[in-house]
């Protein structure tokens, strides 16, 4: 099995910072990850897919890059309502990973 | 638009049965893989299986297989997630997610989830 490793799993920032969140593999998953944020009592929303293509809809301070086992998220300035929980996931073999999550708080 | 909508919140006691849903709308149901993914309180996100409505193949994460067991209904647009004996471990949040497949997969809708309680 695949496993996904995000680090930090939390993080303090303020509005306006720049800020990075790694998701490790354990094998080469050729960017074939996904990336979420959740808000407390709702449901996950997708926000990028093939480790850098942006879903419709959401903002462009958020990028993903990556390649290997490697894959980062970055949100470029962080906005009030960007405080949440983020999950990255990777799809094989009929199997879906999630990593364990990165709680981003305000400072 | 695309919409699942999930069945309201459920308390049960332990070893009671339970059977909670998930109806789509504004896409093609029988088209696309619907997940079933479990969030246990201040825990994450766990894939517990997924199911084509268009024909009932269904494939279990191995943590969970004989766990639980997952169904659908297509004339009625609705997958299922259902236990025949409900455990204290089961509470937890349950979402359904469409699968987006292509050369990656990923859950591109979600439902609003379903908030299972057992307690006695």
């Known amino acids: 099995d695949i496993q996904m490793t995000q680090s930090p799993s939390s993080l303090s920032a303020s509005v306006g910072d720049r800020v990075t969140i790694t998701c490790r593999a354990s094998?080469?998953?050729?960017?074939?990850l996904a990336w979420y944020q959740q808000k407390p009592g709702k449901a996950p929303k997708l926000l990028l897919y093939g480790a850098s293509r942006l879903e419709s809809g959401v903002p462009s301070r958020f990028s993903g890059s990556g390649s290997g086992t490697d894959y980062t998220l970055t949100i470029s300035s962080l906005q009030p309502e960007d405080f949440a929980t983020y999950y990255c996931?990777?799809?094989?073999?009929?199997?879906?990973?999630f990593g364990q999550g990165t709680k981003l708080e305000i400072k | 638009e695309v919409q699942l909508v999930q069945s309201g919140a459920e308390v049960k006691e332990p070893g009671e049965s339970l059977k909670i849903s998930c109806k789509g709308s504004g896409y093609t149901f029988t088209s696309y893989w619907i997940a079933w993914v479990r969030q246990m309180p201040g825990r994450g996100l766990e894939c517990v299986g997924i199911i084509y409505p268009g024909d009932s193949d269904t494939r279990y994460n191995p943590s969970f297989q004989g766990q639980v067991t997952i169904s659908a209904h297509n004339s009625v647009s609705t997958a299922y997630l259902q236990w025949s004996t409900l455990k204290a471990s089961d509470t937890a949040m349950y979402f359904c997610?469409?699968?987006?497949?292509?050369?990656?997969?990923?859950?591109?809708?979600w439902g609003q989830g379903t908030l299972v309680t057992v307690a006695s």
């Open positions: 997610a469409r699968i987006k497949t292509g050369a990656t997969d990923y859950f591109d809708s």
């Open positions: 094998q080469d998953i050729s960017n074939s």
């Open positions: 996931q990777h799809y094989y073999s009929t199997q879906y990973t």
